[in-house]
């Protein structure tokens, strides 16, 4: 098998980052790239994911855009935090 060198040039911090990854790991950086290679050779292809993929929004996030939108629409988006607690102690009473 004959060995060929193979150069890219990368940010000097994502460089030093991904050796101090590699090295938690017990590998070295050509290791890593050396796996690498090996994966894309077996995978016929790049070995994870490469979509673009829909945010899911949780329903937390959700509902308080939900609220805003109403707010709005009511023309009551811009109540103050007095104003807000005042209108739930009269609903409340």
Do not use: W
């Not at 980052?17 to 090996?38: H, M, P």
């Not at 939108?69 to 988006?77: C, H, Q």
Request: glycine fraction near 6%; charge should be neutral.
């Amino acid at each position: 098998m004959v060995n060929t060198l193979v150069q890219f040039r990368v940010d000097e911090n994502d460089r030093t980052e991904a050796i101090e990854i590699c090295s938690k790991l017990g590998i070295d950086l050509q290791s890593y790239f050396r796996i690498c290679l090996a994966r894309l050779i077996r995978e016929k292809g790049i070995p994870f994911s490469m979509k673009i993929e829909e945010v899911k929004e949780n329903k937390g996030i959700s509902a308080m855009k939900r609220a805003s939108k109403i707010a709005k629409e009511y023309g009551i988006s811009d109540l103050s935090l007095d104003e807000i607690n005042e209108a739930i102690r009269e609903a409340r009473g």
